[in-house]
Nanobody, 124 residues
Framework: QVHLVESGGGLVQAGGSLSLSCAASGFVFSSYAMGWFRQAPGKEREFVAR????????LYADSVKGRFAISRDNAKNTVYLQMNSLKPEDTAVYYC?????????????????WGQGTQVTVSS
């Protein structure tokens, strides 16, 4: 059974940092690209970052480029999202997701597995 479990969310002041983790099980983690998405109240789920199987190729949304960093540890079946210089507009539920395809997936529909999400709240 596939499980993706996010952790590390919380409340932080603007300008602060948070580090999210997503532990995967039930599938061959190293064979999947991993992504982070977020969804704010009343808004659609939006792409944040993506990392390919080997960790070499990385893609970020323009809104987080230079502030967020995605990484993965295939030995630990875990993907991370380091978030720095946080802004109130970063407030959302953050989800990790797994993509078994070979393209550069940046839409939610392209991902196969999803976690339950972790809340990130940035106060001004």
């Amino acid at each position: 059974q596939v499980h993706l479990v996010e952790s590390g969310g919380g409340l932080v002041q603007a300008g602060g940092s948070l580090s999210l983790s997503c532990a995967a099980s039930g599938f061959v983690f190293s064979s999947y690209a991993m992504g982070w998405f977020r969804q704010a109240p009343g808004k659609e789920r939006e792409f944040v970052a993506r990392i390919r199987r080997s960790g070499v190729s990385i893609l970020y949304a323009d809104s987080v480029k230079g502030r967020f960093a995605i990484s993965r540890d295939n030995a630990k079946n875990t993907v991370y999202l380091q978030m720095n210089s946080l802004k109130p507009e970063d407030t959302a539920v953050y989800y990790c997701a797994a993509d078994g395809g070979v393209g550069v997936a940046t839409t939610a529909a392209e991902y196969d597995y999803w976690g339950q999400g972790t809340q990130v709240t940035v106060s001004s």
